[in-house]
């Protein structure tokens, strides 16, 4: 069964960074893209960013763009999401997925963790 | 490009058929997905390509259109079915998603 497992989230100052991990299993990680989607509060789904298999392309929402940088590790089947210069704004559940083949479908999402910022 | 689902929210009944639209800002083929989110869930794909059923979804869930408009059906709500469907684009980046229709029961 397909797992994505993320980590790293939590409470952060206005302006602070964080990285974000996501660890897969049960699936060849090095051949699907992947992706990074939010979701604020009692709000709807924003996507942030996609990173490509051997991680030669990448793709940002505008909103994030210059802030933050997704990156994998395929040896440890793993991809991050580093955030820096937060904002408010940003305070969501952060949310891995796993991309179809060919397309940028969502067909698995991790549990999602909480990333706050606030002083 | 925008999508503009509607309505923003719905209350139905067990055994209703229920029908949520969503409405691209341009065309985008069929470049469509739907997802179900619980509460305190992540999502889940339901239909991909606008009408393709993701494996193991019930067939009770259907997807149509093409262009800027686009239909997901429920032919025969179960009580399983209440949450909040998002549909979603991915003819060109930035991916978008619609805004999201919460169907309550009645």
């Known amino acids: ?119 | 490009i925008q999508l503009t689902q509607s309505p923003s929210s719905l209350s139905a009944s067990v055994g209703d058929r229920v029908t949520i639209t969503c409405r691209a800002s341009q065309g985008i083929s069929n470049y469509l997905a739907w997802y179900q989110q619980k509460p305190g869930k992540a999502p889940k794909l339901l239909i991909h390509t606008a009408s393709i059923l993701q494996s193991g979804v019930p067939s009770r869930f259907s997807g149509s259109g093409s262009g800027t408009d686009f239909t997901l059906t429920i032919s025969s709500l179960q009580p399983e079915d209440f949450a909040t469907y998002y549909c979603q684009q991915r003819h060109s980046y930035p991916i978008t998603f619609g805004q999201g229709t919460r169907l309550e029961i009645k």
């Open chain 1, 1 to 119: 069964e397909v797992q994505l497992v993320e980590s790293g989230g939590g409470l952060v100052q206005p302006g602070g960074s964080l990285r974000l991990s996501c660890e897969a299993s049960a699936f060849t990680f090095s051949s699907y893209w992947m992706s990074w989607v939010r979701q604020a509060p009692g709000k709807g789904l924003e996507w942030v960013a996609n990173i490509k298999q051997d991680g030669s392309e990448k793709y940002y929402v505008d909103s994030v763009k210059g802030r933050f940088t997704i990156s994998r590790d395929n040896a440890k089947n793993s991809l991050y999401l580093q955030m820096n210069s937060l904002r408010a704004e940003d305070t969501a559940v952060y949310y891995c997925a796993r991309l179809t083949t060919g397309d940028t479908t969502f067909v698995y999402w991790g549990q999602g963790t909480l990333v706050t910022v606030s002083s």
